[in-house]
């Protein structure tokens, strides 16, 4: 988690043209310049940590909610940063929930960065569309598809709360990192996503065309275990159709799997 938030601070640093001074990392290296794509053949092991309250490690997290524009109530937990920093937007994985970013949200912190992590409707805490119950077990395709909007109204929080969307980073794992693309392919000021273990198409929620659209101006941190083989491949795909300049860099694991798993 500590490393993935390293890449984070670097990525927003790329995209803003400010490389923040730091010691050297095997991990992002030295070479990481503005809207750089980067393969990892490992994604980062994020579990191990216990879960947390109200109170993360002396760190104070809030858990309120918003509604989306079709009248979804999304259920959320928020880490303030340091003030002027940006924000990191967590779009967790199917069928995880908020809670599985705990850990990134504690490593994010100590690089004085905030963040949002959200339960996608139908998922965790987020299950009323008005009065009506829905479960994630109950979607069809076209009901994931419509999670896009749970992004939009959480950028949309932030925006409202002076988080300019120059200043927001997204970060998803699996479907979470199609959304994450999805939405920073039609928003340009969205200066860095980082994605876990994406899809192709992970119901009917795509990301070739998107990734094509992305702005030279973006950067873009592009994660998949090999044990992995269908984000695996997903990424190098990505990865090829990608227009920005590419870095690729390989870091050596085990036991490690899919998403924040």
């Not at 002076?162 to 200043?167: F, I, Q």
């Not at 920073?184 to 065309?209: C, F, K, N, Q, W």
């Not at 994660?223 to 920005?244: G, K």
Request: charged share 20%; hydrophobic share 40%; net charge neutral.
């Amino acid at each position: 988690a500590t490393r993935c938030a390293d890449s984070v601070v670097l990525s927003l640093g790329a995209a803003s043209g400010t490389m923040p001074k730091r010691p050297h990392n095997p991990f992002v290296g030295a070479r990481l310049r503005r809207a750089h794509f980067i393969i990892v053949c490992s994604v980062l092991l994020l579990s191990g940590f216990s879960c947390v309250r109200d109170e993360v490690n002396g760190m104070h997290m809030q858990k309120i909610s918003f509604q989306t524009s079709d009248k979804v109530t999304i259920i959320w937990s928020y880490i303030l940063g340091d003030d002027g920093k940006p924000v990191v937007l967590l779009l967790h994985m199917m069928p995880a929930t908020k809670e599985s970013w705990q850990p990134m949200q504690l490593a994010l912190k100590e690089k004085g960065l905030g963040s949002l992590a959200i339960d996608l409707r139908g998922h965790g805490e987020s299950t009323y569309k008005g009065t009506q119950r829905i479960y994630y077990q109950d979607f069809e395709d076209a009901d994931h598809q419509t999670s896009g909007k749970d992004v939009d109204a959480a950028i949309q929080f932030l925006k409202k709360h002076d988080a300019d969307e120059s200043r927001i980073a997204i970060m998803g794992a699996s479907i979470g990192a199609n959304l994450a693309l999805r939405y920073a392919a039609t928003h340009h000021t969205i200066p860095a996503i980082v994605l876990m273990s994406p899809g192709l198409d992970y119901r009917g929620v795509v990301t070739l065309e998107a990734v094509r659209a992305l702005a030279s101006t973006q950067s873009v941190l592009l994660m998949a275990s090999d044990d992995d083989a269908y984000s695996f491949s997903t990424v190098r795909e990505l990865y090829n159709a990608a227009t920005q300049l590419k870095t690729r860099e390989i870091m050596e694991g085990s036991g490690v799997g899919h998403g924040t798993t």
